[in-house]
């Protein structure tokens, strides 16, 4: 059962253990603490809140650990989250 918090993203970008998912909302950033992702992606999940928290890769079928530092940001910010920070 999916409740409201779950949200879904498109992974469009990775840089080592850090990646972008598109929401509907804008960019989430979050560093990848358990598990894997690939460009293209589908990850299901509470992406519109900070911190540490499970999803899961719907693509891969598995769970994902992760740690948001950023949610519903533009493409510019999310670049440099992602290459910068």
């Given at each position: 059962?999916?409740?409201?918090?779950?949200?879904k993203?498109?992974?469009?970008d990775v840089n080592k253990h850090r990646a972008a998912a598109m929401t509907d909302d804008g960019y989430t950033i979050f560093d990848i603490e358990e598990g894997?992702?690939?460009i293209g992606d589908t990850v299901l999940?509470?992406?519109h809140a900070h911190g540490s928290r499970e999803v899961f890769n719907v693509?891969?079928?598995h769970a994902?650990?992760?740690?948001i530092e950023a949610k519903n940001i533009?493409?510019?910010s999310a670049q440099y989250l992602l290459y910068q920070a």
């Open positions: 059962m999916i409740d409201k918090n779950h949200v993203g498109v992974v469009c894997e992702v690939q999940g509470d992406l693509t891969r079928d994902l650990f992760i740690y533009t493409h510019e």
